[in-house]
Antibody, heavy 116, light 108 residues
Framework: EVQLVESGGGLVQPGGSLRLSCAAS????????MHWVRQAPGEGLVWVSR????????IYADSVKGRFIISRDNAKNTLYLQMDSLRAADTAVYYC?????????WGQGTLVTVSS | EIVLTQSPGTLSLSPGERATLSCRAS???????LAWYQQKAGQAPRLVIY???SRATGIPDRFSGSGSGTDLNLTINRLEPEDFAVYYC?????????FGQGTKLAIK
C-alpha cells in the first residue's frame, strides 16, 4: 500500500525556518518524481515545488522561489521541503504527492502556521 | 502559465441527480495533462480523473471526464452522498502545475 506521511509542521515566527519531511513507503520511491502542494485555511490547492526522481532537477512556484528548497534522500525514502524566510502568507497545510499518473497519491498533510 | 477557471463556484444538487462541473483553460491544453481531484473536508485530495477522461484507480464509473482544447468537464451521474465535496481541475505542463479554484458540490 502506498503511504506518504508528512511531518515537521508547526508554529514559527515570521522570518523563521522550518523543514518538512515526507516519508514514503509501499512503492519504489526512487522511481518517482515528487511534489509539494499547499492549502491555506479555507482556500484552494496551490502547487509549491517538484523534484525529479534522482533529485537532479527541481522547480518552484514563483511565490516560494529563493526561499524554499525541495530535496530528497532516496536511501531513506524521504522527501523534504526546507522553508526559510517564512511569511504569514505561507501559513497552510502542506501536502506531499507522488507524481504517477498526475498526482496519484497524497499524504495527509502537515500544518505550518507563521505567526508572531 | 495556464490559468484554470472553474464554474460554478458552488453547485447544489440532490442525491441521484447529475452534476456537471466546468474547467476553462486560458489556452489550449494537451489531453494528457488535465486531471480532476476530489477533496472532502479535513482530507487530502484524491485523484479522480487524469488525461481528461481516464478514471483513477477505485473511482466508480459514474464519474467521467470530457472536453478538449480549453473547455473540460467532469460529470458525475446519479450522485451518491459520498460524492459531495470540493473538486479541483489541474493542469500539468512544462513541469509546472496549476489548479483551478475549485467547485464545491453541495447537498441541496
Amino acid at each position: 500500500e502506498v503511504q506518504l506521511v508528512e511531518s515537521g509542521g508547526g508554529l514559527v515566527q515570521p522570518g523563521g525556518s522550518l523543514r518538512l519531511s515526507c516519508a514514503a513507503s509501499g512503492f519504489t520511491f526512487s522511481s518517482y518524481w515528487m511534489h509539494w502542494v499547499r492549502q491555506a485555511p479555507g482556500e484552494g490547492l496551490v502547487w509549491v515545488s517538484r523534484i525529479d526522481s534522482d533529485g537532479g532537477s527541481t522547480i518552484y512556484a514563483d511565490s516560494v522561489k529563493g526561499r524554499f528548497i525541495i530535496s530528497r534522500d532516496n536511501a531513506k525514502n524521504t522527501l523534504y521541503l526546507q522553508m526559510d524566510s517564512l511569511r504569514a502568507a505561507d501559513t497552510a497545510v502542506y501536502y506531499c504527492a507522488r507524481d504517477g499518473t498526475h498526482l496519484d497519491y497524497w499524504g495527509q498533510g502537515t500544518l505550518v502556521t507563521v505567526s508572531s | 502559465e495556464i490559468v484554470l477557471t472553474q464554474s460554478p463556484g458552488t453547485l447544489s444538487l440532490s442525491p441521484g441527480e447529475r452534476a456537471t462541473l466546468s474547467c476553462r483553460a486560458s489556452q489550449s491544453v494537451g489531453s494528457s495533462y488535465l486531471a480532476w481531484y476530489q477533496q472532502k473536508a479535513g482530507q487530502a485530495p484524491r485523484l479522480v480523473i487524469y488525461g481528461v477522461s481516464s478514471r483513477a484507480t477505485g473511482i466508480p464509473d459514474r464519474f467521467s471526464g470530457s472536453g478538449s482544447g480549453t473547455d473540460l468537464n467532469l460529470t458525475i451521474n446519479r450522485l451518491e452522498p459520498e460524492d459531495f465535496a470540493v473538486y479541483y481541475c489541474q493542469h500539468y505542463g512544462s513541469s509546472l502545475v496549476t489548479f483551478g479554484q475549485g467547485t464545491k458540490l453541495a447537498i441541496k
